[in-house]
T-cell receptor, first 114, second 113 residues
Framework: AQKVTQAQTEISVVEKEDVTLDCVYE???????LFWYKQPPSGELVFLIR??????QNEISGRYSWNFQKSTSSFNFTITASQVVDSAVYFC???????????FGKGITLSVRP | KAGVTQTPRYLIKTRGQQVTLSCSPI?????VSWYQQTPGQGLQFLFE???????NKGNFPGRFSGRQFSNSRSEMNVSTLELGDSALYLC????????????FGPGTRLTVT
């Protein structure tokens, strides 16, 4: 069975601070995909990134960056120079094999104060 | 391109009633998945439909069912509603399912009284 752990439940930062959201996953499959989603107060889950298990390259997209380390089964997400609009709940998720079932972590509530 | 749409956005039902939720995927997407989100259990997978066939199913009782039409639109039905069914129900569409990115709709907030 697969599992995603987001140990941090709530994080509060001041605008312009950098913040890292941790994600640890468990799976016995060698082929899997990791995702991050953002859920603003409106409720809709917004896709941020997908990473497959064979690609350990870190990725940067604007102020967002992701660090994938198979050795520690982690897929962490960093927001640089945070902004108030980054306030949301962030979910890490996992898909294994060929099925479409996303296994989500419990989510991290990020509050960015002006 | 229009995103995933879900109707209705809000519903209030009474215990014992049944409810049908609707989801229209992104144009060209053939896979539709449904998720339930509650404060206690978080986000849980209900089922996935692809080309009108249920391809995957989560651990929910038979009261939860769904279907997909030839235009890829999907409906989810919950019969004999229980208080614990109060949740945000999210629909996600993807091109082909599997490991493809899933794009979510705004959800239907169901309250059972």
């Amino acid at each position: 069975a697969q599992k995603v752990t987001q140990a941090q439940t709530e994080i509060s930062v001041v605008e312009k601070e950098d913040v890292t959201l941790d994600c640890v996953y468990e799976t016995r499959d060698t082929t899997y995909y990791l995702f991050w989603y953002k859920q603003p107060p409106s409720g809709e889950l917004v896709f941020l990134i997908r990473r497959n298990s064979f690609d350990e390259q870190n990725e940067i997209s604007g102020r967002y960056s992701w660090n994938f380390q198979k050795s520690t089964s982690s897929f962490n997400f960093t927001i640089t120079a945070s902004q108030v609009v980054d306030s949301a709940v962030y979910f890490c998720a996992l898909i294994t094999g060929a099925n479409s079932k996303l296994t989500f972590g419990k989510g991290i509530t990020l509050s960015v104060r002006p | 391109k229009a995103g995933v749409t879900q109707t209705p956005r809000y519903l209030i039902k009474t215990r014992g009633q049944q409810v049908t939720l609707s989801c229209s995927p992104i144009s060209g997407h053939r896979s539709v998945s449904w998720y339930q989100q509650t404060p206690g259990q978080g986000l849980q997978f209900l089922f996935e439909y692809f080309s009108e066939t249920q391809r995957n199913k989560g651990n929910f009782p038979g009261r939860f069912s769904g279907r997909q039409f030839s235009n890829s639109r999907s409906e989810m039905n919950v019969s004999t509603l229980e208080l614990g069914d109060s949740a945000l129900y999210l629909c996600a569409s993807s091109l082909a399912g599997g490991q493809s990115e899933q794009y979510f709709g705004p959800g239907t907030r169901l309250t059972v009284t």
